[in-house]
């Protein structure tokens, strides 16, 4: 038989009991809605001493969650353990270098810096973790993007390293071919004026000698009014291969125009440019020229010189030109150096 000692039914016990229990614990409100299950499974005769067990069930486990709750908030509101101090500090440090190297995030960093060395509570280390952890994830976020960009900043600077690559092997082409006479493939005028002028600058500053050499084939229009200018041109072409033949490789053989040409000797003595010009003087006026069923004699007129101390380019050329001249009035098929 029920104890009536309780003094209210077991349903309006129950609904009592639920409206003091009002604890904010999601853990602690399941307890109660299996608690309430089993209240209602209690049967009118059950002793009243089950009753109060169960009843003390519920109390105990309310008791607990508002001690917890207390807990909890106490423990907000002590003070900051050691141990999370420590930690701290090395946070802070850590904070400092990367507000230092850091751009984009420094004044972030800062006051996160700030407001960490003035919190109170863990309450408030938590929220500003969450923020540095939220500040962190973006700044990574943005590295990345940054590292990406770096990458397709340097693409694009091999890309642009490769193109100016190319624009400077065609434009050494392109100046190679402008210094260049399309028929002999002997360097043409302007790029004897340019060479002429670094050798005698090397020269100057070396203390060595130079020597230029200006050749003429002798009759050259009368070989192309008789036999064309298809012959005439391959006499230069021909001319030219055996002139090169004759020098050294550091020497070097112009086309100057029409069937004029010239020679560099850098680092020769006059006497020393001399046999080389006498070589290839003598092997022209010895080897008769031949072409298909064609076979006649060439001949070449020439001046040398030595450039002389403090002699410019201008003076030097016409100085050896007009040497080039005398050979020519002297009868031609000869060179003729001073």
């Known amino acids: 038989m029920a104890d009536s ?3 209210f039914p077991q349903e309006d016990a129950l609904q009592h009991l639920l409206s003091v229990l009002q604890v904010e614990d999601t853990q602690f409100e399941t307890k109660l809605q299996s608690l309430q299950n089993l209240l209602r499974r209690i049967k009118p005769n059950e002793s009243a001493n089950i009753l109060r067990i169960k009843f003390k069930a519920v109390v105990r ?10 807990l909890e908030e106490h423990a907000t509101q002590a003070e900051i353990p050691e141990q999370v101090k420590e930690t701290l500090n090395r946070v802070l440090d ?6 230092q190297s850091s751009g984009s995030y420094s ?8 407001e960490l060395e003035s919190a109170k509570n863990m309450v408030e ?5 969450q923020h540095l952890i939220d500040q962190g994830t973006e700044m990574v976020a943005a590295s990345n993007r940054f590292r990406d960009g770096l990458g397709e900043i340097a693409s694009a600077v091999n890309q642009y390293q490769d193109r100016i690559r190319e624009l400077e092997a065609e434009v050494e082409e392109r100046t190679r071919e402008a210094q260049e006479d399309n028929l002999t493939g002997s360097k043409n005028r302007r790029a004897f004026e340019i060479e002429a002028e670094k050798a005698i600058a090397q020269a100057r500053a070396n203390g060595s000698s130079i020597c230029l050499l200006l050749l003429d084939l002798d009759h050259f229009k009368q070989i192309n009014d008789t036999y064309g200018h298809q012959v005439g041109d391959d ?3 021909n001319f030219a291969k055996l002139v090169r033949a004759r020098i050294r490789r550091e020497d070097a053989l112009f086309r100057l125009g029409g069937d004029e040409f010239s020679v560099l000797f850098c680092h020769l003595t006059l006497d020393q440019a001399a046999e080389s010009a006498h070589r290839i003087h003598q092997y022209v006026s010895k080897n008769p020229y031949v072409y298909k069923d064609l076979k006649f004699n060439l001949s070449i007129s020439g001046g040398l010189t030595e450039l002389d101390d403090g002699e410019s380019m201008e003076s030097w050329f016409k100085r050896t030109d007009e040497l080039l001249y005398r050979a020519k009035r002297g009868g031609r098929n000869r060179i003729i150096w001073s």
């Open 94 to 99: 850590l904070l400092g270098e990367a507000s």
């Open 125 to 129: 280390i938590r929220r500003l973790s």
């Open 5 to 7: 000692s309780i003094g």
């Open 235 to 237: 006499v230069l072409v």
């Open 61 to 70: 486990a309310r008791d607990e969650a508002i001690l917890r709750q207390a």
């Open 107 to 114: 004044a972030t960093l800062e006051q996160a810096i700030r």
